[in-house]
């Protein structure tokens, strides 16, 4: 059974930081892995979607990673703001089924 | 494109009580998921439609769940009778036909489900 695993569980650095989100997976057999973001109260946000076959996926100060074979992926966030306070979600698709979800990095970014 | 909505946002009701949670996906979308979230497991895939079949429903925790896909433009997941172990935030996905890997899916707001 698949398992996904997010380190660290919180993080707190002042704005400006550069910072890296760590998401790691026991099953390499996947078709793609997303990165999510939830604001408190609501629901998920899907930030980047990098597939089996892709390396990294960029979206303005976001870069997803993802080594498959070592059942790793990272998110960094470059020169974090306040408003990037959220939790990060990290989700595999492992065929055609739903996700598998770790239990995110509950992120805050202080002013 | 008003996304994936759920109702209600917000749903308090009794043990023992009939809970029906509502969902409409984006349209055009021919997949559905239904997943719930507590603190303890995190969000976990319940039921899973794909043209408005149940392709998967292991996730599903009881008998006492069940799911519907009537139509590709409603959904509806219901708890009978409902335990206060249920409260939790209950989640509805679609996302549109074509190769699974390459399709995001767009999330609802959430129903947040107590039962006292």
């Known amino acids: 059974k698949q398992e996904v695993t997010q380190i660290p569980a919180a993080l707190s650095v002042p704005e400006g930081e550069n910072l890296v989100l760590n998401c790691s997976f026991t099953?390499?057999?996947?078709?793609?892995l997303q990165w999510f973001r939830q604001d408190p109260g609501k629901g998920l946000t899907s930030l980047l979607l990098?597939?089996?076959?892709?390396r990294e996926q960029t979206s303005g100060r976001l870069n997803a990673s993802l080594d498959k074979s070592s059942g790793r992926s990272t998110l960094y966030i470059a020169a974090s703001q306040p408003g990037d306070s959220a939790t990060y979600l990290c989700?595999?698709?492992?065929?055609?089924?739903?996700?598998?979800f770790g239990k995110g990095t509950h992120l805050i970014i202080q002013p | 494109d008003a996304g994936v909505i759920q109702s209600p946002r917000h749903e308090v009701t009794e043990m023992g009580q009939e809970v029906t949670l509502r969902c409409k996906p984006i349209?055009?979308?021919?997949?559905l998921f239904w997943y719930r979230q507590t603190m303890m497991r995190g969000l976990e895939l319940l039921i899973y439609?794909?043209?408005?079949?149940?392709?998967?429903d292991s996730g599903m925790p009881e008998d006492r769940f069940s799911a519907k896909m009537p139509n590709a433009s409603f959904s509806t997941l219901k708890i009978q009778p409902s335990e206060p172990r249920d409260s939790a935030v209950y989640f509805c996905?679609?996302?549109?036909?074509?190769?699974?890997?390459?399709?995001?899916?767009?999330f609802g707001a959430g129903t947040r489900l107590s039962v006292l």
């Open positions: 996905a679609s996302s549109p036909p074509g190769a699974y890997h390459k399709n995001i899916q767009y």
């Open positions: 099953d390499s057999a996947i078709y793609n």
């Open positions: 990098i597939q089996s076959s892709q």
């Open positions: 989700a595999v698709q492992g065929g055609a089924d739903g996700l598998t």
């Open positions: 349209s055009g979308h021919n997949s």
């Open positions: 439609f794909n043209n408005n079949v149940p392709i998967d």
